[in-house]
Nanobody, 123 residues
Framework: QAQLVESGGGLVQAGGSLRLSCATS????????MGWFRQGPGKERELVAA????????YYRDSVKGRFTISRDNAKNTVYLQMNSLKPEDTAVYYC????????????????WGQGTQVTVSS
């Protein structure tokens, strides 16, 4: 059974850092593009960052460019999101997801999801 389990969320002051981890199992996620999404209070879910299966290509939404870094370690079946210079508007539930795609397109539909981890940034 495919599983994605996020960890590393928490409460942090503005300007601080957090590192989210997503441990995968049950499928060969190492060959799938992976992404981090978030859903803030009263907001729609949005793609924050994504990475190709080799790690050679990445995507970031404009609001996190220069502050967040996505990476993956396929040997450990884990994807990371390093978040620096956090802002109150980054407060959200963060979800790890995998996209079943052989073309390595990073945007579009994602097919496997974790249960999410809460990130709260205080001002």
């Amino acid at each position: 059974q495919a599983q994605l389990v996020e960890s590393g969320g928490g409460l942090v002051q503005a300007g601080g850092s957090l590192r989210l981890s997503c441990a995968t199992s049950g499928r060969t996620f190492s060959t799938y593009p992976m992404g981090w999404f978030r859903q803030g209070p009263g907001k729609e879910r949005e793609l924050v960052a994504a990475i190709s299966w080799t790690g050679g290509r990445t995507y970031y939404r404009d609001s996190v460019k220069g502050r967040f870094t996505i990476s993956r370690d396929n040997a450990k079946n884990t994807v990371y999101l390093q978040m620096n210079s956090l802002k109150p508007e980054d407060t959200a539930v963060y979800y790890c997801a995998a996209r079943r795609d052989t073309t390595n397109v990073l945007t579009g539909e994602y097919h496997y999801w974790g249960q999410g981890t809460q990130v709260t940034v205080s001002s």
